[in-house]
């Protein structure tokens, strides 16, 4: 397990401006990379992460214990994030992170079925108790569902084409493993296109994101962190493609913004000034040291806010 390489890791832990008695949320724990760092500087401070993947959440209460006693680990999604902090008696926060990217045990265990390279079951739950999976999204989705989650997830332009097949295909039988999933898919995109990447990875992407409501919880979720924060606190977001990364990039534009009715006034008056910052203005990407080491980092994207009223 311990393979997982965080991305981005030193620059997010920088951002987060840690003390050693700030209170920080780890929104996404996963394998505990970026919560064993923080955990080592906020000696006297305390650590809530949260996962919902129970095998992640046995491994890094491990890793974390060998650190420090000073955590809790959270069983939920971070959407909930706010409802399970205040049953804990927490209503403020110095720095809340998302890393939005999916474990790299998650896509190496087979049997978890988020690959598109080993033949496995049609699952892709981060939450293995919930009930829709891929082989729901996949066997029982209409054409019409389908091609749009394919389209708006996948952002793939054969999504009409892949859908049409796979619903022919289960009209004898159904779809139940990843690489027979795999085949339908290249039936359905043109040889010239295949050539490049593989023609699965944008179609498994858009079912995961599907399977866990990943992109449906992201705003409430990052609003939720927003109005934790106390005034100096940061919220640091790791992306892993371009619709989480628009939304995080619009969602604290947005926040940092003055409203149109008084943009050019001499003195704006305080009410109308925002609450947040934006701790840099573009997106910061990995260095090309990280990249050698870990190409999985290639599409990652840290965007940080500050609350500064």
Avoid: W
Avoid at 24 to 40: F, M, N, P, Q, R
Wanted: charged residues 30%; neutral net charge; hydrophobic residues 35%.
């Amino acid at each position: 397990m311990e393979k997982h390489i965080s991305v981005l890791l030193d620059e997010t832990i920088s951002s987060l401006n840690l003390c050693e008695n700030s209170v920080i949320v780890d929104a996404t724990l996963g394998y505990g990379g970026h919560s064993k760092c923080i955990l080592e500087r906020i000696k006297k401070g305390y650590l809530f992460a949260f996962d919902q993947d129970s095998e992640a959440i046995r491994h890094s209460t491990d890793r974390l214990s060998k650190v420090g006693t000073n955590f809790t680990v959270v069983k939920s999604n971070f959407v909930r994030m706010q409802e399970e902090l205040s049953k804990l008696g927490v209503n403020k926060v110095d720095g809340v992170l998302f890393d939005l990217g999916v474990s790299s045990p998650q896509l190496d265990e087979k049997e978890r079925g988020f690959s598109y390279h080993e033949d496995a079951k049609l699952d892709m739950r981060m939450n293995q108790e919930q009930d829709l999976s891929a082989y729901e999204v996949v066997n029982k989705y209409s054409k019409e569902d389908l091609t749009r989650i394919f389209r708006e997830y996948g952002e793939d332009k054969f999504a009409s084409n892949i859908a049409k097949k796979i619903v022919e295909y289960r009209e004898n039988k159904k779809i139940e493993s990843t690489l027979e999933l795999v085949e339908i898919i290249k039936t359905a995109v043109p040889l010239k296109f295949r050539i490049d990447k593989h023609p699965a990875r944008q179609i498994f992407q858009a079912i995961r994101i599907e399977v866990n409501q990943e992109l449906t919880v992201l705003e409430p979720a990052l609003e939720q962190a927003l109005s934790l924060l106390k005034v100096g606190g940061r919220a640091a977001v790791i992306t892993f493609h371009s619709l989480e990364d628009r939304i995080v990039k619009n969602f604290f534009k947005e926040k940092c913004e003055i409203p149109e009715k008084v943009k050019g006034m001499p003195n704006i008056p305080e009410e109308y000034l925002p609450d947040f910052r934006l701790v840099t203005n573009k997106a910061i990407t990995s260095s090309e040291e990280e990249l050698e080491n870990n190409p999985r980092a290639r599409s990652a994207k840290l965007r940080v806010i500050e609350r500064i009223k």
